[in-house]
C-alpha cells in the first residue's frame, strides 16, 4: 500500500521571514534566487510553485 500526501503547502520561499507562519520557509533576498530556489524545490518535492506576490512563493502538493 502506497500513502501519499496531497493538498498541502510544503514549503515556502520569500525574502522576509516574517511573511510566513506555520510552515518551513527558505528566506532568499534576490528575486531570482528566489525563483531558481522554487523551481528546485517544487522539483525535490515533486509540488508546484504558485507566486502569493509580495515576495512570496509557495510549493504545494495538489
Keep these: 500500500m502506497e500513502i501519499t500526501i496531497n ?5 515556502a520561499v520569500t525574502d522576509d521571514c516574517a511573511k510566513i507562519q506555520g510552515i518551513p520557509a527558505f528566506i ?5 534566487a528566489r525563483q531558481e530556489r ?7 518535492l515533486q509540488g508546484a510553485v504558485h507566486d502569493m ?7 504545494v502538493k495538489h
Design 7 to 11: 493538498k498541502v503547502i510544503l514549503c
Design 38 to 44: 522554487a523551481m528546485l524545490l517544487s522539483r525535490i
Design 28 to 32: 532568499v533576498k534576490s528575486e531570482a
Design 53 to 59: 506576490g509580495n515576495g512570496v512563493l509557495i510549493v
